[in-house]
């Protein structure tokens, strides 16, 4: 059973930056997707990136050019937010799964969830 445990969430000013990471608890199979998500008060949860250990990063375009996704050691993954905008507040999910080809998008292929990090952009 992987766990997934996200930290850096926090309060920040428009135009303002983050970072936040995603420690798994042990490594996952490299071919499996890690991922970030998120969910605003009322709304559904969405897409935001997402990459496989070795590969590229994947993004909604609301974030194109402002978030970057990368892997580290230590079974670590990061999301790290420039430019933030009032829109981007919600809480981040990590993920990770054996994400099907062509589906990484999709929250439904994801078998591990973290627990979510608040992350509020004041304007």
């Known amino acids: 059973q992987v766990q997934l445990v996200e930290s850096g969430g926090g309060l920040v000013q428009a135009g303002g930056s983050l970072k936040l990471s995603c420690a798994a608890s042990e490594r996952t199979f490299s071919n499996y997707a890690m991922g970030w998500f998120r969910q605003a008060p009322g709304k559904e949860r969405e897409f935001v990136a997402a990459?496989?250990?070795?590969?590229?990063g994947y993004y909604r375009d609301s974030v194109k050019g402002r978030f970057t996704i990368s892997s580290g050691a230590k079974n670590t993954v990061y999301l790290q937010m420039n430019n933030l905008k009032p829109e981007d507040t919600a809480v981040y999910y990590c993920?990770?799964?054996?994400?099907?080809?062509?589906?990484?998008?999709?929250?439904?292929?994801?078998?591990?969830w973290g627990q979510g990090t608040q992350v509020t952009v004041s304007s």
């Open positions: 990459k496989r250990w070795s590969g590229v």
């Open positions: 993920a990770a799964g054996a994400v099907v080809p062509g589906s990484i998008r999709d929250a439904s292929g994801y078998d591990y």
